[in-house]
């Protein structure tokens, strides 16, 4: 392993391919590229600092990406395939993170929020696991559990937490980890 922060680091699972490159090895700035049936996406992301991440695919062609960012927060994105190439979903994890928020302030008034892509339930459906973190004031382990519809554009199901854990399809076995150097 090459403990280099200017060396690019790539991953691939299932043909969806993710590249993290530092053009400035003093800076958390990165430039990440996901790959994907002959398509490129490329973000700029400012203060990058997620030091490991994972991918889960979808048999159609979608996949999420959740970074951690430190110790108590990770960000999930979502991307579908379309006849232009990848587009980042910018609306069912907000929507997800919204609801949470919304319970999630019966326990703490500033909960943080913390979204993780566990796995494709089928082609169409996807698992997130939200919890709040403490921020502040706030010392809540408070945990919700959802189910997207990309077909829908919307939540198909809301789990408590026990639900969530006793879903047969809860596994972690498809994670592939990312690591940051």
């Excluded at 997620?50 to 430190?70: E, H, I, K, R, Y």
Aim: a negative charge.
């Amino acid at each position: 392993m090459n403990d280099d922060p200017a060396q690019p680091v790539q991953v691939e699972r299932d043909g969806v391919a993710i590249r993290i490159e530092r053009p400035d090895s003093h800076s958390a700035d990165a430039t990440v590229s996901f790959s994907r049936e002959n398509h490129v996406l490329i973000q700029k992301q400012k203060d990058f600092e997620a030091a490991q991440g994972w991918l889960v695919v979808s048999p159609s062609g979608a996949f999420a990406t959740t970074w951690n960012v430190n110790a108590s927060s990770a960000e999930t994105q979502l991307f579908r395939m379309t006849s232009s190439g990848i587009i980042e979903d910018m609306e069912l994890i907000p929507l997800a993170e919204k609801t949470f928020a919304i319970d999630a302030k019966r326990i703490c008034m500033t909960p943080g929020v913390n979204t993780t892509a566990i796995k494709w339930i089928d082609d169409d459906h996807l698992l997130l696991s939200i919890n709040a973190w403490s921020s502040g004031f706030c010392y809540s382990n408070f945990t919700e559990g959802f189910i997207l519809s990309l077909s829908k554009r919307d939540i198909d199901r809301k789990l408590s937490e026990r639900e969530l854990i006793n879903l047969p399809v809860v596994c972690t076995w498809n994670l592939v980890p990312v690591e940051r150097h």
